[in-house]
């Protein structure tokens, strides 16, 4: 295909049944899920342990078999045109397989040789220098940190440079240094053009680095837009107010605003955006009596969001 695709990735109607075994009866780990991600996209796929995030990419890595749907890849259907969709993208599992007794080195090599990717083309020492590893290069892969190993992983999914990565939990177990500068790696592989899907629990990274979000529950997709879009879902948000002195009753001209007593001299607001009520409130506290000291306002973060969609019930956001 010469013309690149709009989509990198497509899953369409994807249903996964993992047969019962060892006294389990069956799961349905996916039940007909389907979204697209654009090519170029930095983009994250976010759930609770269990909701199906690692099962979606073992799919497409060919690890697992799908019950139903179809899955393309850089406009390849795994099905049909299996090799030219394998050559399309790199896959780093969440689980660390590296073969102990090779070492970094090796493991690209092999790598490489896999793809059939002549000696003279092979970029070996330029990945190990990508991923940090290239003091590494001659360490048995047993030598190496879980931090490191997760880096060789890495290194190993881009030996046949492909158009897009796949990182299920591409920082878990990482320190924060690490963690950091492997986003940094990530970051720059997406603005040279390369489309990045990931998985993490770390909600935080995902929201500074990612600007399409996915949220999966259950084997369902309960979400899947833009961060600011996923952001504004919540509408509300928490104006703390601090007083200068101690007040036995919340001032009447307050209630109306249903505040939070926090302290004697703290009340905590839940606002609404865009309806009025923040200029409400705004103009009723110079008239209530007290005089006020502090103020403070927390947005609601991915987490917010996140917890609000991945709940079993959906909840209040506490104040
Ligand atoms: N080989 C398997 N056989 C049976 N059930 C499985 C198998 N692999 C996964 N499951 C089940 O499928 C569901 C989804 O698992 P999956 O590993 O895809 O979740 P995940 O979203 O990647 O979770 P985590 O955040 O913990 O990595 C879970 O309930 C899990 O127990
Ligand atoms: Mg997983």
Excluded at 200 to 208: F, I, K, P, R, S
Aim: a negative charge; proline letters at 6%; one cysteine or more.
């Amino acid at each position: 295909m010469s013309v690149p695709p709009d989509d990198a990735i497509v899953i369409s109607s994807i249903s996964k049944v993992y047969r019962a075994r060892d006294g389990q009866g069956k799961h349905t780990a996916l039940a007909d899920v389907s979204f697209a991600v654009p090519r170029g996209a930095m983009f994250a796929l976010l759930g609770p342990n269990g909701a199906g995030k690692s099962t979606l990419i073992n799919i497409m890595a060919g690890l697992v078999v799908k019950t139903a749907g179809r899955v393309t890849i850089w406009g390849y259907d795994i099905d049909t045109d299996g090799r030219q969709a394998r050559r399309a993208i790199g896959i780093v599992p969440q689980e660390l397989n590296l073969d102990p007794f090779f070492t970094p080195r090796e493991t690209l090599d092999v790598q490489a040789g896999y793809y059939g990717i002549p000696k003279a083309e092979r970029r070996t020492d330029e990945i190990l220098e990508t991923v940090g590893l290239a003091d590494k290069a001659g360490a048995y892969a047993r030598t190496l940190s879980g931090g490191m190993r997760r880096r060789l992983l890495i290194a190993k999914a881009m030996v046949h440079n492909p158009h897009i990565l796949v990182l299920d939990e591409p920082t878990a177990g990482v320190d924060v240094e690490l963690r950091q500068s492997l986003w940094e790696t990530i970051r720059e592989m997406n603005a040279h053009g390369q489309t990045i899907m990931l998985t993490t629990h770390y909600l935080e990274e995902a929201q500074d680095n990612c600007e399409t979000i996915a949220i999966m529950r259950h084997g369902e997709l309960v979400a899947c837009e833009s961060r600011e879009s996923l952001l504004s879902r919540l509408s509300e948000k928490v104006v703390t107010v601090r007083f200068s002195e101690d007040m036995p009753l919340v001032p009447e001209a307050l209630l109306p605003f249903a505040p939070k007593v926090m302290d004697a001299r703290t009340l905590a607001f839940r606002v609404r955006r865009g309806d009025g009520e923040i200029p409400a409130l705004l103009t009723a506290l110079p008239t209530c009596g007290a005089t006020v000291v502090d103020l403070s306002t927390v947005e609601p973060d991915l987490e917010d969001v996140f917890l609000r969609l991945t709940r079993e019930d959906p909840v209040v956001v506490p104040i």
